[in-house]
C-alpha cells in the first residue's frame, strides 16, 4: 500500500478522534485521573501530528519496512497521555510495517476504545494486545515477523533485554524517562521563563518525561524568582479529574507516589525546605516547591513523576554545565537568558539525529530548548521533529551487517522502523 493510501487512513483516525473527543477525555479522567483539559489539550495536540504526517511522505520515499511487506513492529505504550499515543502507532504504520499495540495496565479502557476506532480504519493491520509487559515483549521477541520493538516507559524494565535483543537480532526503539534541566540566567526574560515552568511541570500534574524536574535559578535572582513561583503555585486548583476547572489530579501510579514521598522526606533530612500547598492525601499530590535542593537529594537524582519541584541555586556558568549534564538522564534542557544562556545550550546538546556510540554517553541532551517554550520546542515531536535523548533517556539497539550497534539522541520513529529500498 502506497504512503498516500496509508495516509488517507491515518487521517480517518484524525477524524475519529475528532468525533469521539468526549468519550476518549472521559476514559483518561476514568483510567488514568488526568484533567478534562490537559486531556483536552493533548487530544488537539495529537490531531495537528497527525495531520503533520503529510509532510513525511517524501521521507520515506526510497524506503522500506525493515523486514519487508509483512514486517511487524511491536509497540508498548506508557501511561502517561491518552491520545499522543496514536502518533506513536502510526508513524510506525506509515513506514508500511503492520503494528501490534500494547497500551500501559492503568488504560485498559482507554485502549478499549482506541481500538474500538481503529478497527474499521486499520483493519488486522494494526492489534491490539492485553498480554501482561513481559509476556507481550517476549512474544515479540519470539515472533520472527516482528522486526523491532519501540518502548516507551522504565530504562529499569528495558535494560535486562539487552541480551535478547543481541541475540535475536531485533531493533529496540527505547524512549524513557528524564530528569530535565531548566535554568534560568539572571539576564532572562523571567515572566516568559515562569510561565513556561508553569505550563511544562504542571501539565498532566507533572506526569510527563519531558517534564522539568531539576530547576537551575543563578543565585543574584534565585529568591526573587522562588517567590514569582510561589505565587503562581498558589493559583493552581487541586481537586477531583471530574472537575473541569481543575489543574492538578491525582497522580495515576502508587508507586509514583510512594517516591514523592520519600523523596520529599529525604530532601528536609537533607536541609531542604518543602514549601507546599496542602498534605499528600491518597494518590492526590499537592504542589511543591523544594528550596535549596543539592545534588545527592532522591529528588535531584531519580526522575519524579508528579507536581512537585526541586530548585537550586548556581553562580557559574561551568558550574551549571557540569551540574545539569551530571546525571543519568539526558531527554530535554530548557535555558533562559542571553550570552551565557547560549554558552551552556551549546555544551549540553548532542547531535540533531541519532548516531552510533560506543557506550551510553552522559552529559548531553537530545533536545535543548533556549528561550523557547516547552509547548513550541515539541511541536510535530516524532512527526516532523526528532526527539529522544542520551543516557539512560532514550536508545536504539540493532544489528547492522551482522554486528550489534547502540545508537542515541533523537530520532523518528517512521526513519527508525524502515531501511533505504536497495
Not at 514569582?228 to 498558589?234: R, T, Y
Request: proline content about 4%.
Amino acid at each position: 500500500m502506497a504512503f498516500e493510501e496509508r495516509f488517507k487512513k491515518v487521517m480517518r483516525l484524525a477524524q475519529s478522534l475528532r468525533r469521539r473527543r468526549e468519550q476518549i477525555i472521559a476514559r483518561a479522567v476514568g483510567d488514568l485521573k488526568f484533567s478534562p483539559k490537559d486531556s483536552s489539550y493533548e487530544l488537539d495536540l495529537a490531531v495537528e501530528n497527525l495531520n503533520l504526517f503529510g509532510e513525511t511522505g517524501k521521507s520515506l520515499d526510497g524506503r522500506q519496512p525493515l523486514q519487508g511487506p509483512d514486517s511487524w513492529v511491536a509497540v508498548m505504550l506508557s501511561y502517561n497521555g491518552s491520545t499522543w499515543l496514536n502518533t506513536v502507532i502510526t508513524a510506525a504504520y506509515l513506514a508500511g510495517n503492520k503494528v501490534l499495540v500494547r497500551f500501559s495496565s492503568k488504560g485498559s479502557r482507554l485502549m478499549a476504545l482506541t481500538e474500538k476506532i481503529y478497527r474499521p480504519i486499520f483493519g488486522s493491520d494494526i492489534q491490539f494486545h492485553r498480554a501482561s509487559g513481559g509476556h507481550f515483549m517476549m512474544a515479540a521477541l519470539k515472533n520472527p515477523q516482528v522486526a523491532a520493538m519501540v518502548y516507551f516507559g522504565s530504562d529499569e524494565h528495558v535494560l535486562p533485554y539487552e541480551d535478547a535483543f543481541r541475540e535475536t537480532r531485533k531493533k529496540m526503539i527505547f524512549e524513557g524517562p528524564g530528569s530535565d534541566p531548566f535554568i534560568v540566567f539572571p539576564d532572562a526574560d523571567l515572566e516568559l521563563a515562569l510561565a513556561d515552568l508553569m505550563a511544562a511541570k504542571f501539565f498532566f500534574s507533572g506526569q510527563t518525561c519531558t517534564a522539568p524536574k531539576r530547576i537551575f535559578i543563578h543565585r543574584a535572582i534565585y529568591d526573587r524568582f522562588l517567590e514569582m513561583l510561589a505565587d503562581e503555585v498558589q493559583t493552581l486548583l487541586v481537586g477531583d479529574p471530574e472537575d473541569r476547572s481543575a489543574d492538578i489530579t491525582p497522580v495515576a501510579s502508587d508507586l509514583a507516589v510512594a517516591r514523592i514521598t520519600v523523596a520529599l522526606q529525604d530532601a528536609v533530612g537533607r536541609g531542604a525546605r518543602v514549601m507546599s500547598t496542602g498534605k499528600i492525601q491518597g494518590n492526590l499530590v499537592p504542589p511543591a516547591i523544594v528550596k535549596g535542593a543539592t545534588d545527592d537529594m532522591l529528588g535531584m537524582r531519580e526522575e519524579i513523576f508528579g507536581p512537585v519541584l526541586f530548585t537550586t541555586s548556581f553562580e557559574t556558568v561551568e558550574e551549571v554545565i557540569s551540574r545539569a549534564g551530571n546525571h543519568k538522564y539526558g531527554l530535554r534542557a530548557a535555558l533562559f537568558g542571553g550570552s551565557q544562556a547560549t554558552q551552556a545550550a551549546a555544551a549540553l546538546k548532542g547531535e540533531d539525529y541519532c548516531h552510533p556510540v560506543t557506550g551510553y554517553t552522559f552529559g548531553k541532551f537530545g533536545t535543548v530548548a533556549l528561550n523557547e517554550t516547552w509547548a513550541r520546542s515539541w511541536r510535530g515531536a516524532l512527526v516532523t521533529k526528532a526527539i529522544g535523548g542520551y543516557g539512560y533517556s532514550g536508545w536504539v539497539w540493532e544489528t547492522v551487517n551482522g554486528r550489534f550497534q547502540m545508537k542515541q539522541g533523537p530520532k523518528l520513529i517512521h526513519l527508525e522502523t524502515s531501511v533505504p529500498t536497495f
